[in-house]
């Protein structure tokens, strides 16, 4: 009780000091079944930008996470990519990434792929919103490691619970055409600077059926890694290396759950 409390006062603070309408958005909040709750929510950041996602909590999360807490460490990990980098984003999500580096990076270019068909629709609206649709490309493709389709889970737009991870006989399920990884990565014409990868489940098929070579180029991976039975961290890690992509910080959020930034050239761990 005193944790969820605990956390509950942080999102308060969070959504008040953060957030431009943080005082409607802590009513649309809190109207949790109650009649004329609002089905969708935009938060409204400092800089003039804004995400619209389903009223849910698996969607508002990246939110917080990414523009609040920076959870990927965009300044330590991106700042050094140049002017003009090109990013890879493999499970878009609703788009709060993209949107984050390409704001942080004028001039950068983003490729990102969301598989679920409820949440791409608002990736691209997230896109549009923001005027980033000249820089930012988002697609409703899967990737793995050959084109083809992908059958996943699918809970609603923005749930956290869409991907192969999640897939039962239970479950409401969808199928969607894939892209290959190998051509996911050189798809602006040249091989991403960085990559994102947050896929459920999916980080095992699309990287370890890719070539080593396939990732010559990038010089930056940061990963989500989950637990699917049969695949651990370790199968990622020894690609990577062999793929000349070294480990430089990993943060466990359960023994087999985790996030991993990797680069190809040498980089200080976070402080």
């Known amino acids: 009780m005193t944790r969820s409390i605990t956390g509950a006062t942080r999102r ?7 957030f431009d309408n943080g005082a409607r958005l ?10 004329g709750r609002p089905k969708e929510i935009t938060f409204r950041m400092r800089d003039g930008s804004g995400m619209t996602v389903p009223n849910r909590p698996g969607a508002r999360v990246p939110i917080y996470e990414i523009f609040v807490e920076d959870e990927y460490r965009l300044g330590w990990f991106t700042d050094d990519l140049g002017t003009s980098p090109v990013a890879l984003d493999v499970g878009a999500h609703v788009g709060c990434f993209s949107v984050a580096f390409a704001k942080r990076h004028p001039e950068a270019r983003v490729d990102s792929y969301e598989a679920s068909p409820s949440t791409a629709a608002y990736l ?3 896109i549009m919103d923001n005027d980033l649709q000249d820089r930012v490309h988002g697609n409703n493709f899967a990737v793995q490691a050959v084109a083809g389709q992908l059958t996943l889970a699918d809970n609603g737009a923005g749930s956290g619970h869409n991907g192969v991870l ?4 239970e479950t409401r ?5 894939s892209i290959a990884m190998a051509d996911a990565l050189t798809v602006s014409g040249r091989t991403a600077d960085l990559v994102k990868m947050d896929t459920e489940g999916g980080e095992y098929d699309m990287v370890l059926g890719s070539r080593p070579e396939d990732w010559a180029g990038v010089r930056r991976v940061v990963l989500e890694y989950h637990d699917l039975p049969g695949h651990s961290w370790e199968e990622l890690e020894t690609f990577f290396t062999a793929a000349g992509l070294t480990l430089v910080h990993r943060e466990k959020y359960a023994p087999r759950l985790g996030m991993a930034w990797l680069s190809r050239d040498e980089l200080a761990p976070p402080t």
Do not use: K
């Open 26 to 35: 802590l009513v649309d909040l809190a109207r949790q079944g109650v009649t």
């Open 173 to 177: 399920s969808v199928t969607v055409p």
């Open 12 to 18: 308060v603070r969070q959504t008040v000091g953060h």
């Open 124 to 126: 691209m609206r997230n």
């Open 166 to 169: 999640h897939l039962t006989a």
